[in-house]
C-alpha cells in the first residue's frame, strides 16, 4: 500500500487546537502514562507521529483517536510538554471536519467569528420561519401549538431529522469505511453467518450500550478525578447526565409525538407533572442542564486539561443544548402560571427555533463525536475479540 505524505498535516491539525507536538520525540511516556493503552504500548504516541510525519490517511482510519477521553493524564507526564491530550482532541476536531464534506465544520472549529455569524443566521432563520406562519395568542391558557401551528413543527422537525441524518450517513459511513479498510474488516466478517452476526452485535452492544451509555472505560480507566473529588463534580458523571439528559429528551418528544399518532392524546393537551412523556422530559432537562452547566462552568474555571482549551464550537454546542433545556422549564412554567403569560409563546418559538438548529448542527459540531465513537469503539470491541480468540487459540 502507497502512503502518501501530506507535509501540511500538523500545521492542518493545530488550526483545530492549541497542540503543538513538534517538540515530541516519541518518548513513550504518555503510553506508560495513558490509562487505555493496551498491549501494543503506542498509544497516544502513533496518533502524534502520524501527525508529525504528514500520515493523514492513516490518521484519519485510526480507531484509537476517539477512544481517548481527554483526562490529560499525559498532559501532565509529557517532558517536551507537547499536549499530547490537547493533541488528540485536536485530531478529533480535525477528523470531524475531514469526514463530513461540506466544509461547515471546519468553518465552525477554525473560523469562530464566521462560524457565530453562521450559527446565528442559522437559529433566526428557523425563528423567521416559524414565526411567518404563526397563528394567534390565546390569553386565557397557553395555546402554543396554536401559535406555531404543530404541523409546522413536525414537518419542520422531519426535513431537519432527514437532512442531520443523511449528513450523519454521509460522515459514518466514510470514516467507517477507512477504519474498517485499515482494520481488515470486510462486510462478511460483520453480517457473513451466524457467528459473525453474534460477534458484531456483541460488539455494538459493547459500543452503545456498555461504552456509550454505560460509560464503562471513562468510569473506570480515566482517573482524572481526584479522589477527592465528589461524586456530583465527577467528569464521567457530567458527561453522562448530558449524555442521558439529551437523550431522554428526544425520547419524551417521540414518545408525545408517538401518544398523538396512536390518538392517545393530541399534542398539547395540557398533562399532569407525572404523565410519562413529561415527566421523562423533566428529569432529562434537570440532567442536562445541570451537565451542561457544569461543564461551562469548568471551561471558565479551567479546571482540568480537558478545559483549558475551548473552541467557538464547543461553545456553540453547550450554549445550544442549555438554551434549549432552560427554554424548555421556562415554558413549563408558564404552562402552570393561571393567565397564559405573553412571553411564553416567545420563549416556545425561540426554544423550537435552536432546538431545530441543534439537531440540523449536530453532525458539524462537537456533537458529531456521539456519532464517530461509538463507531469506533464498535471496531475497537471487534479487534479485542480477534484478538481474543487469537490467544485462545495459542494457548
Ligand atoms: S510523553 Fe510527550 S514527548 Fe513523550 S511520546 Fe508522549 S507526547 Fe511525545
Ligand atoms: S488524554 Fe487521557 S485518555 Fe487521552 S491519550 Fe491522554 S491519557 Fe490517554
Given at each position: 500500500?502507497?502512503?502518501?505524505?501530506d507535509?501540511?498535516?500538523?500545521?492542518?491539525?493545530?488550526?483545530?487546537?492549541?497542540?503543538?507536538?513538534?517538540?515530541?520525540?516519541?518518548?513513550?511516556?504518555?503510553?506508560a502514562?495513558?490509562?487505555?493503552?493496551?498491549?501494543?504500548g503506542?498509544?497516544?504516541?502513533?496518533?502524534?507521529?502520524?501527525?508529525?510525519?504528514g500520515?493523514?490517511?492513516?490518521?484519519?482510519s485510526s480507531?484509537?483517536?476517539?477512544?481517548?477521553?481527554?483526562?490529560?493524564?499525559?498532559?501532565?507526564?509529557c517532558?517536551?510538554?507537547?499536549?499530547?491530550?490537547?493533541?488528540?482532541?485536536?485530531?478529533?476536531?480535525?477528523?470531524?471536519?475531514?469526514?463530513?464534506?461540506?466544509?461547515?465544520?471546519?468553518?465552525?472549529?477554525?473560523?469562530?467569528?464566521?462560524?457565530?455569524?453562521?450559527?446565528?443566521?442559522?437559529?433566526?432563520?428557523f425563528?423567521?420561519?416559524?414565526?411567518?406562519s404563526?397563528?394567534?395568542?390565546?390569553?386565557?391558557?397557553?395555546?402554543?401549538?396554536?401559535?406555531?401551528?404543530?404541523?409546522l413543527?413536525?414537518?419542520?422537525?422531519?426535513?431537519v431529522?432527514?437532512?442531520?441524518?443523511l449528513?450523519?450517513?454521509?460522515g459514518?459511513?466514510?470514516?467507517?469505511?477507512?477504519v474498517?479498510?485499515?482494520?481488515?474488516?470486510?462486510?462478511q466478517s460483520?453480517?457473513?453467518?451466524?457467528?459473525?452476526l453474534?460477534?458484531?452485535?456483541?460488539?455494538?452492544?459493547?459500543?452503545?450500550?456498555?461504552?456509550?451509555?454505560?460509560?464503562?472505560?471513562y468510569?473506570?480507566?480515566?482517573?482524572?478525578?481526584q479522589?477527592?473529588?465528589?461524586?456530583?463534580?465527577?467528569?464521567?458523571?457530567?458527561?453522562?447526565?448530558?449524555?442521558?439528559?439529551?437523550?431522554?429528551?428526544?425520547?419524551?418528544?417521540?414518545?408525545?409525538?408517538g401518544?398523538?399518532?396512536?390518538g392517545?392524546?393530541?399534542?398539547?393537551t395540557?398533562?399532569?407533572l407525572?404523565?410519562?412523556?413529561?415527566?421523562?422530559?423533566?428529569?432529562?432537562?434537570?440532567?442536562m442542564?445541570?451537565?451542561?452547566?457544569?461543564?461551562?462552568?469548568?471551561?471558565?474555571?479551567?479546571?482540568?486539561?480537558?478545559?483549558?482549551?475551548?473552541?467557538?464550537?464547543?461553545?456553540?454546542?453547550?450554549?445550544?443544548?442549555?438554551?434549549?433545556?432552560?427554554?424548555?422549564?421556562?415554558?413549563?412554567v408558564?404552562?402552570?402560571?393561571?393567565?397564559?403569560?405573553?412571553?411564553?409563546?416567545?420563549?416556545?418559538?425561540?426554544?423550537?427555533?435552536?432546538?431545530?438548529?441543534?439537531?440540523?448542527?449536530?453532525?458539524f459540531?462537537?456533537?458529531?463525536?456521539?456519532?464517530y465513537?461509538?463507531?469506533?469503539?464498535?471496531f475497537?470491541a471487534?479487534?479485542?475479540?480477534?484478538?481474543k480468540?487469537a490467544?485462545?487459540?495459542?494457548?
Amino acid at each position: 500500500m502507497t502512503t502518501l505524505v501530506d507535509t501540511e498535516l500538523l500545521s492542518d491539525i493545530q488550526r483545530f487546537g492549541a497542540a503543538d507536538v513538534s517538540a515530541c520525540f516519541s518518548c513513550g511516556t504518555c503510553t506508560a502514562t495513558c490509562p487505555l493503552s493496551d498491549n501494543d504500548g503506542t498509544f497516544p504516541r502513533r496518533i502524534i507521529r502520524y501527525a508529525q510525519v504528514g500520515m493523514r490517511d492513516e490518521l484519519l482510519s485510526s480507531k484509537e483517536l476517539w477512544t481517548c477521553y481527554h483526562c490529560g493524564l499525559c498532559s501532565d507526564s509529557c517532558p517536551t510538554e507537547a499536549d499530547p491530550g490537547e493533541f488528540m482532541a485536536a485530531a478529533r476536531r480535525y477528523a470531524i471536519a475531514s469526514y463530513e464534506p461540506t466544509g461547515l465544520s471546519k468553518i465552525l472549529y477554525t473560523r469562530p467569528v464566521i462560524g457565530s455569524l453562521v450559527a446565528t443566521a442559522v437559529a433566526a432563520f428557523f425563528a423567521m420561519f416559524m414565526y411567518a406562519s404563526h397563528g394567534p395568542q390565546d390569553a386565557a391558557s397557553l395555546a402554543l401549538f396554536t401559535f406555531v401551528p404543530e404541523g409546522l413543527i413536525h414537518w419542520t422537525g422531519v426535513a431537519v431529522m432527514v437532512v442531520m441524518a443523511l449528513s450523519g450517513v454521509v460522515g459514518i459511513t466514510g470514516m467507517a469505511r477507512r477504519v474498517a479498510r485499515s482494520e481488515g474488516v470486510s462486510l462478511q466478517s460483520v453480517f457473513g453467518g451466524r457467528a459473525a452476526l453474534a460477534r458484531s452485535g456483541a460488539a455494538l452492544w459493547a459500543a452503545l450500550g456498555v461504552e456509550s451509555i454505560g460509560q464503562r472505560r471513562y468510569r473506570e480507566d480515566c482517573k482524572d478525578d481526584q479522589p477527592a473529588e465528589p461524586l456530583y463534580r465527577r467528569r464521567w458523571l457530567i458527561h453522562a447526565l448530558t449524555i442521558w439528559g439529551f437523550l431522554g429528551l428526544f425520547s419524551a418528544t417521540i414518545l408525545d409525538w408517538g401518544l398523538a399518532l396512536t390518538g392517545v392524546k393530541e399534542t398539547g393537551t395540557p398533562i399532569p407533572l407525572w404523565y410519562p412523556s413529561r415527566l421523562i422530559g423533566t428529569v432529562a432537562g434537570i440532567a442536562m442542564v445541570y451537565g451542561v452547566s457544569m461543564f461551562m462552568a469548568n471551561r471558565l474555571r479551567q479546571v482540568n486539561r480537558a478545559a483549558q482549551h475551548s473552541t467557538a464550537s464547543d461553545w456553540l454546542l453547550l450554549v445550544l443544548l442549555l438554551i434549549t433545556g432552560a427554554t424548555g422549564f421556562f415554558i413549563e412554567v408558564a404552562l402552570y402560571l393561571p393567565d397564559a403569560p405573553a412571553w411564553g409563546y416567545w420563549v416556545f418559538l425561540f426554544h423550537v427555533a435552536v432546538a431545530m438548529e441543534l439537531m440540523l448542527l449536530l453532525p458539524f459540531t462537537k456533537f458529531a463525536h456521539a456519532m464517530y465513537r461509538p463507531v469506533a469503539l464498535f471496531f475497537y470491541a471487534l479487534a479485542a475479540d480477534k484478538s481474543k480468540q487469537a490467544d485462545f487459540q495459542t494457548d
